[in-house]
C-alpha cells in the first residue's frame, strides 16, 4: 500500500523543521520534482508556520513532513531531577503534568496539522535523526555543531546531487528542513527509496527509512 496517494500530481515537496518552543529557530524548506530548492526561510512562532501553511497555495499538489520536536522542557539532567519533589510521578495526584516534562517530544502545533490531515492534505511527520542516519551524517560528528551542518550540506550537495545549495553553511534549521522535503519527494518519486511509516505521533504516521 502507497503512503502517498495520487502521486503523479505531487508537484512541490516542503519540509518543516519545527522547534520544540517558540524560541527555537524553526526552518520551512519548499523543492520541486528536481529536487531544487524554491523557497527556505527561517520560521519562529506558530502563528508564523500557520500563516505560511494558510498561504501555500500549492498544498493541496504537496508532500508536507513537519519534524517531531524534542521536547526542551523535559526532565533531561540530574540537576531538573533534583529539584523536583522525590514523589512517585504516576502515582501521586499533586505531581501534575501540566508543563509536559515527562514527555519526551513536544506536541506543538499537532492539532493544526491533524486539521490539514481531515482536510485531505497529504501532510506527515519524520524524525530528523533517523534520517539524518541514514545519510550517514548522523555520527561522525557532534550533533548541531559546525562539522555536522557542514558535512550533511556536503552530502546533499554532492552524494544526493542538490547542487543548488550554497557552498557556505546554511543555519542547522534550514538543512533539517530541507531534509524533510528531500524525504518526501524521495517517497512520492522514488519507489525504490525505502519510506516507510515507522510510528505515529499525536495521530500523524512519522515517515522512516
Known sequence: MDIIKNK???VSFVGISLGGISTTESAVALIDLNA???MLNKLFSMNDVKYFL???A???NAVILVS???NEVM???KWK?????YDIVNFDKKMINRDGWTNRFASRGSEYFKELNDKGIDIFRYDIDNIKNFMGGGSAYRERTPMDCKSLQDILRIKYNMRDLPVNMLPVAQLEAILGAFLARQTAMNPEFNTKIIGEFDSLPVLGV
Request: aromatic share 8%; charged share 25%; hydrophobic share 25%.
Open 58 to 60: 500549492g498544498k493541496e
Open 81 to 85: 531531577y533534583n529539584s523536583r519533589t
Open 75 to 77: 526532565l533531561s539532567s
Open 54 to 56: 494558510n498561504n501555500f
Open 68 to 70: 517531531v520536536p524534542e
Open 8 to 10: 503523479n500530481l505531487k
Open 36 to 38: 531544487k530548492v524554491i
